[in-house]
């Protein structure tokens, strides 16, 4: 079982910004592609961004400008920096990595992180 965990969701003021991070442990995470999802309610669920080999990166339309994917190798996460913040960003942000680990094929998922942006 591979466990990715996530951490800095919050709430802020539309302009605002958060950080939210994905990692896992025993594992050199630099070495897998990586997503960040989210899911509003009532509506499925969305790639944001994607950070692969050679740390090429992918955006989707509304959050290019505004939110940054990237690779801490030191502390072995991925990050998604994300500013200027809309009510539309308010959803559960997910981690995705999945690949072979330990010889298995995982489609590994964190459990979610709530981000709010309202005044």
């Known amino acids: 079982q591979v466990q990715l965990v996530e951490s800095g969701g919050g709430s802020v003021q539309p302009g605002g910004s958060l950080r939210l991070s994905c990692g896992t442990s025993?594992?050199?995470?630099?070495?897998?592609?990586v997503g960040w999802y989210r899911q509003a309610p009532e509506k499925q669920r969305e790639l944001v961004a994607r950070?692969?080999?050679?740390?090429?990166?992918y955006y989707m339309d509304s959050v290019k400008g505004r939110f940054t994917i990237s690779r801490d190798n030191t502390k072995n996460t991925v990050v998604l920096q994300m500013n200027s913040l809309k009510p539309e960003d308010t959803a559960v942000y997910y981690c995705?990595?999945?690949?072979?680990?330990?010889?298995?094929?995982?489609?590994?998922w964190g459990q979610g992180t709530q981000v709010t942006v309202s005044s």
């Open positions: 995705n990595a999945p690949g072979h680990y330990s010889g298995h094929y995982v489609d590994a």
């Open positions: 025993g594992i050199a995470f630099r070495l897998y592609d």
């Open positions: 950070i692969i080999s050679g740390d090429n990166t």
